[in-house]
């Protein structure tokens, strides 16, 4: 079982919004500025999308935008696109290992 | 241009040992901490070990520990991960990755293309 919580799936139709959840607890999410989130389509790597909670690395569209209320980090996705379909990833430090924890991922399917 | 290009997987019976290594180009790789992330068959992400830049501090995951060694030379600018007395429970593709400082943020900005290892008999 994974210590960050996401739903399974969401989808959305191109153009849509949605938003992806990641909910931990006050020794991760909440307890640090430090969550990212990872893209990773089928058979690649995962890429790197927010880190710190809301920033993007050079190159990322600003379509994919970060945030952190408590306990849960969300991931909105704006103006969706075909290309968008893929396993979104949260992750964050904690203070119960001295690595970093996955959430359990979530598909994005573009409808 | 960051690359990282893993190397090492494929398929090992249970008990038996694999070592895995990633080249590193396009940054000064003794300045950044590393990470191998494993990833099972249709299942998520999972961290196995880091590694500082001048290997002082070095963490693995629970399941791993005492089985696998993760390690670096920077004259090479590779980083390695020697897997011991796998199990069946190990098989799944590796990655390394990039830490992107400061390392206590555990972001992870590049990432090489995954070895995958299956551990069968």
């Known amino acids: 079982q994974s210590a960050l919580t996401q739903p399974a799936s969401v989808s959305g139709s191109p153009g849509q919004s949605i938003t992806i959840s990641c909910t931990g607890t006050?020794?991760?999410?909440?307890?640090?500025?430090?969550v990212s989130w990872y893209q990773q389509h089928p058979g690649k790597a995962p890429k790197l999308i927010i880190y710190d909670v809301s920033n993007r690395p050079s190159g990322v569209s600003n379509r994919f935008s970060g945030s952190k209320s408590g306990n849960t980090a969300s991931l909105t996705i704006s103006g969706l696109q075909a290309e968008d379909e893929a396993d979104y990833y949260c992750s964050s430090c904690t203070t119960s290992s001295t690595l970093g924890v996955f959430g359990g991922g979530t598909k994005l399917t573009v409808l | 241009e960051v690359q990282l290009l893993d190397s090492g997987g494929g398929l090992v019976q249970p008990g038996g040992s694999l070592r895995l290594s990633c080249a590193a180009s396009?940054?000064?790789?003794?300045?950044?901490?590393m990470s191998w992330v494993r990833q099972a068959p249709g299942k998520g992400l999972e961290w196995v070990a880091a590694i500082t830049g001048g290997s002082i501090s070095i963490y693995y995951t629970d399941s791993v520990k005492g089985r696998f060694t993760i390690s670096r030379d920077n004259s090479k600018n590779t980083l390695y991960l020697q897997m011991n007395s796998l199990r069946a429970e190990d098989t799944a593709t590796y990655y390394c990755?990039?830490?992107?400082?400061?390392?206590?943020?555990?972001?992870?900005?590049?990432w090489g293309q995954g070895t995958l290892v299956t551990v069968s008999s």
């Open positions: 396009g940054f000064t790789f003794s300045s950044y901490a």
């Open positions: 990755a990039k830490s992107k400082p400061p390392w206590a943020a555990r972001v992870n900005d590049y």
């Open positions: 006050t020794s991760d999410v909440g307890g640090y500025n430090y």
